[in-house]
């Protein structure tokens, strides 16, 4: 999507004979359906004008591209500004600028982030140096759109900062490696000149748009997927390219890894929803502390996301490698103090108190983890609790760091980067769910696929269609049918008579690698094999523990299966603690339905079991 799209000439009529942040406001309400924030209006209204300024040259051919407030397909970001044309030799460009309306700026020891005040904010703070965020999101655009790639686009990053002086922190030779990527451009009409024969040296030739054009209208490639990219990201590969506060979260752990030590421990709290991208940065963590020297661990309470990043490294990494990189919440209660330098801890939220097959080992797993390294990174998100046993909660990870005498960093990733990229669904889904309420009714539908479908049987065929392109996509439901497959493999699982809807479960030789096994779409898996892992598309039957009257949502406990270890023991503790435990369960049927509905990087659709409306 392209809020503003027009050329030159227009552009500089609606610059010059009208307000054009006020053009570009109601475009974006037409195109989006939402008011513009008052930060972004007056973004537009101080830099659009220097855009026009910067364009007002005689020598730019008249009917070059101009486009404002471009969605980056499968993320929340946007680019500020493009110009597209073609060079004197006939090259295809689009020239991507980054605006800024920064005055000043402070170095930060960090690579590609600078210190500066952001969005209007009163108080400094860290964020990706501006060149580093135009290249970042080429990189991006190049990677998931194929008319850049079939067209032979060449996409020209730059930022321009023309409240900036010269001979600043921004321009520091500390950030030379990212300004080579993508020039920058500050105050002063000299600056302005140099952005000016940047522009001319891709762009000589008008196009009336139709590069944007092409862009906008351009087939989304397959998303990568971190389980497919693994093992090119474990040999340094740069599969990922990490953005905005991705990298801000990545370079500030990296510090706090190296300099943490066994008299000053760090730990490192990362908050994040759904496809915020936690799982990425964990393992890019991985990646760059391993080439540091360090002794370090990936770690999670949940098998079926090691078990999947295990199988895409065989073949590349000997066995025992693998074994040694990727570890289970549960080992470390026999683990020296301060033996690992860090331990990246993903889904932190799953921890549990005791370890063991029958629980009765250890003392606590948070404070096992923190004990054993000297920097400890949990990633956690409070709304993916789903069992009675976690207690991951972020300020339970806070409090035993505390008592432990770590030094605490906490940061936040907000970005979406699943679910087309929609920070609507999300917020849509605690409102549909009732775990929260927020301003979203609704999201924009044209981004994301999302259907309620009248019948399992119709849902399940569209996955399995979705799924013969490229093993993609999944059933999931609520564990509300026992599993009676896994003793007689010729029994079925899920039965709704009233559709003639048959299904088992995940198959027991499946197990954690139930989502990427051959012909497992006919399974239906659970949230024990899908959490931490993602789709391109994912069909959710929603059980009878989760039912709408008068509209609302309403959970259902008693109906969940009494083979759903999630929940176990929930009558006893309903009996000590009526309150609390009835709360408890809530929430956690609740978190269990988001998490499945935002596992599909593409689409989502659901079947409500015995509920007449949604």
């Not at 020891?109 to 009163?122: E, F, M, P, Q, S």
């Not at 927020?438 to 999302?450: G, I, K, L, W, Y």
């Not at 059933?475 to 709704?496: M, N, Q």
């Not at 978190?591 to 079991?609: D, P």
């Amino acid at each position: 999507m392209i809020v503003y799209q027009e050329t030159r000439t227009r552009f500089l009529e609606d610059v010059t004979d009208r307000v054009i942040e006020d053009i570009v406001a109601a475009k974006y309400l037409d195109r989006t359906g939402r008011y513009a924030t008052h930060s972004e209006y007056r973004s537009w209204q101080q830099s659009l004008g220097q855009m026009a300024n910067v364009l007002r040259d005689n020598e730019l051919p008249d009917d070059m591209g101009v486009g404002i407030e471009f969605g980056i397909p499968q993320t929340s970001k946007r680019i500020d500004f493009l110009l597209s044309g073609r060079s004197d030799d006939d090259v295809p460009h689009v020239i991507i600028v980054e605006l800024k309306q920064w005055s000043d700026s402070t170095l930060s020891d960090k690579d590609g982030i600078i210190v500066a005040h952001r969005g209007g904010n009163a108080v400094a703070a860290e964020g990706p140096h501006p060149s580093y965020q135009a290249w970042s999101y080429a990189a991006l655009l190049e990677g998931f759109n194929e008319a850049v790639y079939e067209n032979g686009i060449g996409l020209r990053p730059c930022a321009y900062l023309h409240n900036h002086p010269t001979k600043g922190a921004v321009d520091h030779v500390h950030y030379a490696p990212y300004i080579e990527k993508a020039p920058l451009f500050l105050k002063g009409e000299e600056e302005r000149k140099r952005l000016r024969a940047f522009i001319k040296q891709h762009v000589r030739k008008g196009d009336k748009g139709d590069l944007l054009y092409r862009i906008e209208q351009g087939r989304i490639r397959p998303s990568k997927m971190l389980a497919d990219s693994l093992a090119k990201v474990l040999k340094g590969n740069r599969e990922f390219v990490l953005v905005d506060d991705q990298k801000v979260v990545h370079e500030t752990c990296l510090a706090r890894a190296m300099q943490a030590s066994d008299t000053r421990k760090q730990v490192v709290i990362v908050s994040g929803g759904p496809g915020t991208g936690k799982s990425v940065v964990a393992v890019n963590l991985l990646v760059e502390l391993t080439k540091r020297g360090q002794n370090v661990r990936y770690v999670s309470k949940n098998a079926a996301p090691r078990a999947v990043y295990k199988q895409k490294l065989a073949g590349h990494l000997r066995k025992a490698q693998i074994d040694v990189l990727f570890n289970g919440s549960g080992g470390f209660h026999t683990a020296e103090p301060n033996v690992f330098d860090t331990l990246v801890v993903d889904e932190a939220h799953r921890l549990n108190e005791k370890s063991g097959l029958y629980g009765n080992l250890g003392e606590n797993q948070i404070m096992e983890l923190i004990r054993s390294a000297r920097c400890t990174v949990f990633f956690a998100d409070d709304d993916q609790i789903v069992t009675l046993s976690d207690i991951g909660r972020t300020e339970e990870l806070e409090r035993w760091a505390r008592n432990l005498g770590a030094e605490v960093t906490r940061l936040e990733l907000a970005s979406q980067f699943r679910c087309a990229g929609s920070d609507g669904y999300i917020a849509w889904l605690d409102n549909f769910l009732g775990i929260r309420e927020s301003a979203n009714t609704d999201f924009d539908r044209n981004s994301f696929d999302f259907r309620i479908i009248d019948s399992p049987v119709e849902l399940h065929e569209l996955i399995r269609e979705k799924s013969a392109i490229n093993n993609k996509a999944r059933v999931v439901a609520g564990y509300c049918w026992d599993w009676k497959s896994k003793k007689d493999p010729k029994a079925w699982d899920i039965e709704l008579p009233e559709f003639g809807y048959k299904a088992q479960w995940n198959l027991d030789k499946d197990g954690s690698l139930w989502i990427v096994a051959p012909n497992s779409v006919e399974q239906v898996g659970c949230i024990h094999t899908c959490q931490g892992l993602e789709l391109d598309y994912v069909g959710v039957i929603i059980g009878p523990d989760l039912q709408w009257r008068d509209g609302r949502p309403v959970t259902v406990p008693e109906a969940r299966s009494r083979m759903d270890r999630s929940v176990r023991g929930y009558k006893t503790l309903l009996k000590q603690h009526p309150d609390a435990t009835r709360e408890r369960l809530d929430l956690i049927i609740r978190n269990t339905y988001k998490t499945l509905m935002s596992r599909g990087m593409k689409g989502c659709y659901i079947y409500a079991e015995g509920t007449s409306s949604c």
